[in-house]
């Protein structure tokens, strides 16, 4: 099977051919029809130093898709051949005292798929029967394989009732602009999306936002303040990254309110506890995952129902050869999701 794996220690990529995988007694073979791609597959691509220290090489890389069960494990008994799935990509061990207590995403002894098992950017993929979600007949494959980074999205928004609230969302990629049709559809009053690329800040409005902000371009506290009569928003939304991001969110958060971040930091950021957390009385959430499997439960709806339509979010398509050319858009922050199709498109 055709395959794009990361070989070497440095940065780059190889699409090879390698054997289709076995299975195990429990595991499923899935024909892989649509992937996508995510930023970690970039950071992958690039050897940042966040993948130095997390991946070890050789490895298929990619963690979203949708695609059709192959074969079965003689012990499985929860799908059968022909079934249309997707996976939670954190790989659970089922056991462990979160596990057992209904945090299972933050699992003791976790895999995560692309990274510490063989993923999804091939033509074939092996998972455990406990990770696979069934798909609502409803969402076309090119939702289904963005279900995945939804979920984060849905867990970011919903930490809290979100409805009737003021909403400010830093950074616009695909996650963001996913938060974004989520707070709109969750009746969101106000929606004001920050982000340095303008490109993306179109999308965000395609998405529901009220107001989009380039901070290069306009102060974020300012547009903020303006916007609700200098009293803050009631929700900040952190997906960026960005210390001065964060920053801007907790400066610009109304006192009482929240703020969830899904942002991955490079690296140590300062913020100023007694006067924009501890005297404001913030609630500050930190996002990792989804919830297993209630987020997927959410996602379809959103996704099934029409409450949320992401066509706008997913802008390019490419065979899964020409995957360099998805990793280069998504370096140069010019698009939203990238899909790559792999069988049957």
């Not at 279900?147 to 830093?170: C, H, M, R, Y």
Request: aromatic share 8%.
């Amino acid at each position: 099977m055709k395959a794009i794996i990361k070989t070497k220690h440095a940065k780059g990529m190889e699409y090879k051919e390698v054997p289709v995988p076995k299975i195990g007694l429990r595991d499923v073979l899935i024909k892989v029809k649509v992937a996508s791609i995510c930023g970690t597959d970039v950071h992958i691509f690039d050897w940042t130093r966040w993948a130095q220290h997390r991946f070890t090489p050789p490895r298929i890389i990619g963690h979203e898709f949708v695609g059709n069960v192959a074969k079965i494990g003689e012990e499985v008994t929860h799908v059968k051949v022909g079934d249309r799935v997707s996976a939670e990509s954190h790989i659970t061990c089922g056991y462990c005292y979160q596990c057992n207590n209904g945090y299972s995403e933050v699992c003791r002894n976790f895999k995560l798929l692309g990274v510490d098992h063989d993923g999804t950017f091939a033509e074939y993929l092996v998972l455990p029967e406990h990770v696979l979600w069934e798909n609502d007949h409803k969402i076309p494959d090119e939702w289904a394989t963005i279900q995945e980074p939804f979920g984060n999205a849905v867990d970011t928004v919903l930490a809290e009732d979100i409805s009737t609230k003021t909403v400010l969302i830093l950074g616009a990629g695909p996650i963001g602009l996913f938060a974004t049709g989520i707070a709109r559809a969750c009746g969101a009053s106000l929606i004001i999306v920050s982000d340095p690329n303008n490109y993306r800040l179109s999308i965000s409005k395609k998405m529901g936002a009220h107001i989009a902000v380039n901070p290069r371009r306009q102060d974020v506290t300012q547009v903020v303040m303006e916007a609700t009569k200098n009293n803050g928003v009631d929700v900040v939304l952190e997906f960026s990254g960005n210390n001065k991001a964060l920053n801007q969110g907790l400066k610009t958060v109304t006192p009482g309110g929240r703020i969830s971040i899904l942002g991955i930091y490079e690296r140590r950021v300062n913020i100023d506890l007694n006067k924009e957390v501890i005297f404001k009385k913030i609630r500050i959430y930190g996002i990792t995952g989804r919830k297993v499997f209630s987020t997927w439960y959410k996602t379809s709806r959103f996704l099934s129902t029409g409450l949320v339509d992401p066509t706008p979010v997913i802008t390019h398509r490419f065979a899964l050869k020409d995957y360099e050319k998805g990793m280069k858009l998504m370096k140069d922050g010019k698009c939203g999701k990238v899909i790559l199709k792999i069988h049957g498109n």
